[in-house]
């Protein structure tokens, strides 16, 4: 005879835990040791279960002997009950923990890209202009008397960039906004991920990612899951570039349906 298999199609044939049966918990009998007593009863029913002609007698006694030992001999059906509520929970991992997680690394991973554009940009106008400016002053100069020079230009004092004269200001400023931009750059970089602790499905409740320095740039814990399963709530820590000075903690409070799929998020900034 062909050897049967449990796998994600029969699984429910077993076990309640699933979309159907709104993921309602599996109940599993519990066993106790054998007795030395019960030792000796467990193979009295052994030898009456190998006998294939029995007589009414036998009968009678193999029926109360598997009914005072139920406590204490699994059955086949216990283990596959068991079986099939693993690859439940199996597939519920695989089918909305692990896409919940992988959405939030493209979601951090776009948010970045986002930010890198932005910060190019500003950073590129703002040097153009720099630059567009330190050209028409030299053009000015060429052309006009100090006086007139210094009419246009303002005040030298009443500048907030450090430099003795307008050029080193002007540069100056060129390499802060340089320096800027090179540290949130790095900072904005791929993150390193990882899986910190697992719930007893084995469902990650705390990830962390890293900058490419190793320093923390954020941490993310699960917790409050429903009846089903789905943490209700996520809080996001973000730390500084030194990873240990906490930034910012947002809050998320998500609700879902019984197939996992998010119905409302809302969130909280501190």
């Known amino acids: 005879m062909a050897r049967s298999y449990l ?4 699984a429910n044939t077993y076990s309640n835990f699933n979309a159907t049966n709104n993921f309602a918990v599996d109940i599993f009998p519990e066993y106790q040791d054998l007795t030395s007593e019960e030792y000796v009863l467990a193979k009295e029913l052994n030898t009456l279960t190998e006998k294939t002609n029995k007589t009414p007698t036998e009968i009678d006694r193999q029926n109360y002997l598997v009914t005072l030992l139920e406590s204490k001999i ?8 068991m079986a099939s509520a693993l690859i439940n929970t199996q597939k519920q991992v695989k089918d909305s923990i692990v896409p919940y997680v992988e959405s939030k690394k493209t979601e951090i991973t776009n948010l970045t890209e986002t930010k890198k554009t932005e910060i190019n940009t500003v950073k590129d106008n703002a040097l153009l202009t720099i630059e567009q400016k330190k050209a028409n002053i030299i053009d000015y100069m060429d052309t006009t008397t100090a006086g007139a020079i210094r009419a246009d230009i303002g005040v030298m004092g009443e500048s907030n960039v450090t430099g003795a004269s307008l050029i080193e200001k002007t540069n100056n400023l060129k390499s802060n906004i340089d ?11 791929d993150y390193l991920y990882d899986v910190i602790t697992s719930d007893s499905e084995g469902r990650p409740t705390k990830v ?9 740039y954020k941490e993310v814990t699960c ?9 209700q709530t996520i809080v996001e820590k973000t ?7 906490l930034s910012q903690t947002k809050t998320y409070t998500l609700t879902y349906n019984v197939d996992g799929i998010v119905l409302t998020k809302r969130w909280v900034i501190s």
């Open 7 to 10: 796998n994600e199609t029969n």
């Open 74 to 81: 699994p059955r086949s059906i216990d283990y596959n009950n």
């Open 179 to 189: 320096i800027v931009s090179q540290s949130v750059a790095t900072q904005l970089g």
């Open 208 to 216: 962390t990612y890293k900058r490419i320095d190793n320093s923390l």
């Open 223 to 231: 917790n409050n899951p429903d009846v089903n399963g789905f943490y």
């Open 239 to 245: 730390y500084n570039a030194d990873g240990i000075t």
